[in-house]
């Protein structure tokens, strides 16, 4: 990976510490923070950068469907309370993509399991816990555009 991708790497602010999640708290991890050492990279968190707070209620995909049906207009995302996400989602991995092009970035490693970041997978959209094979909204936009995406899972 140290000589395939150029530029700077989009990284999951969570998975450097930020306290971006949706309970408040983040998903620090020291092998991708021992990963970016002399490199340049961008945080984001679509989430936040679509405009949702945090904390906030967990969001999922509707059941049956993942990022990329969200991306092509098929599925939306909900909160825990119903509440429909999607236009802040879909912003989020707008400004996420927005960054990796102005920039160059051809590698993003992403939070996964994350509605926005799964690269491989992502919760069912019950909110019972259990995770399926799929992608978040972000994941699935970087990688229609050409942008290399892995988690922390496969770092």
């Known amino acids: 990976m140290k000589n395939i991708d150029k530029g700077p790497v989009l990284v999951s602010a ?3 510490g930020v306290k971006c999640k949706y309970n408040g708290g983040d ?6 923070l021992k990963f970016l050492e002399g490199r340049d990279y961008i ?4 989430e936040s950068m679509g405009g949702l707070e945090s904390p906030r209620l967990p969001s999922e995909i509707e ?8 991306v092509e207009g098929r599925a939306k995302v909900y909160d825990e309370d119903g509440k429909d996400v999607t236009a802040e989602f879909l912003r989020g991995a707008q400004i996420s993509l927005d960054q990796a092009q102005k920039h160059q970035a051809s590698l993003a490693i992403l939070k996964e399991s994350s509605p926005s970041c799964g690269g491989n997978k992502i919760y069912t959209g019950r909110f019972d816990g259990q995770k399926k094979v799929g992608q978040g909204v972000t994941a699935a936009l ?3 555009h050409g942008i290399r995406v892995i988690t922390e899972e496969n770092l």
């Open 43 to 46: 945080k984001i968190c679509p």
């Open 63 to 70: 059941p049956g469907y993942d990022g990329v049906d969200v």
């Open 142 to 144: 970087l990688r229609k």
């Open 27 to 32: 998903n620090k991890s020291e092998r991708v």
């Open 14 to 16: 969570c998975l450097l």
